[in-house]
């Protein structure tokens, strides 16, 4: 059982390569009531870390560490246990930020935000909630909406967002249907459905519009 933090001293994981940031959040984590904070530099210490540590009651960590991805950390900690995972990045981009959630962060926090939003939206999850800063949320708002080309915005679905995103990538029907267990005919249906969305069958101006609603990278 995770204690709960009101009533119990709890763990933290802090991953960041800037020392000074690292110490100011522990510092800051400590004054909350933290009674262990571990701290990492990298992708790689950070699995170290977890490792050696086990699932802690709260991972607070940069997207843009110097050995690897974020998101994938998030990932990696979501599937080993770890409760509850607060980004504190320096982008605002809106493909991070839906990444983020979508890898099972349950707060999205900027790096320039004041102190007291940033311990709010850690209060906030260590009670069980989620939190957005305040300046990324009209981006989740907007979901996976994309204005098509008579800029009407179109809603499109998770899966849609995935094989756009591998078209982007540059990948052919028959590619994104290997990496997706999907066929080529299913991958040729999906296009044709964003396409009839977005209001256009080219391929490169449904990545540009997608691109554009930041929906994909």
Request: charged residues 20%.
């Amino acid at each position: 059982m995770v204690p709960h933090p009101r009533e119990e001293l709890f763990s933290v994981l802090v991953v960041d390569d800037h020392p000074l940031l690292r110490e100011a959040i522990a510092a800051r984590l400590t004054q909350m009531g933290a009674g262990t904070v571990h701290e990492a530099a990298t992708v790689a210490e950070a699995r170290a870390r977890a490792l050696a540590t086990g699932p802690c009651d709260l991972a607070i960590l940069d997207l843009g560490l110097p050995d690897g991805s974020g998101i994938e950390l998030v990932t990696e900690l979501r599937g080993h246990g770890w409760p509850r995972i607060v980004v504190l990045a320096s982008s605002d981009d809106p493909y991070a930020v839906r990444s983020a959630f979508q890898a099972g962060a349950q707060a999205y926090l900027l790096k320039s935000a004041s102190p007291v939003v940033v311990t709010d939206g850690v209060r906030r999850v260590l009670e069980g909630g989620v939190y957005a800063d305040p300046s990324v949320a009209p981006i989740l708002a907007t979901g996976t909406r994309v204005p098509g080309t008579d800029n009407t915005p179109r809603e499109l679905s998770a899966r849609e967002v995935e094989v756009l995103q591998l078209v982007a990538d540059g990948q052919s029907n028959k590619e994104i249907g290997e990496g997706l267990n999907l066929s080529a005919l299913t991958v040729k249906s999906h296009l044709s459905r964003i396409g009839r969305k977005l209001g256009t069958g080219d391929r490169a101006q449904m990545v540009a519009l997608a691109m554009r609603a930041g929906v994909i990278r």
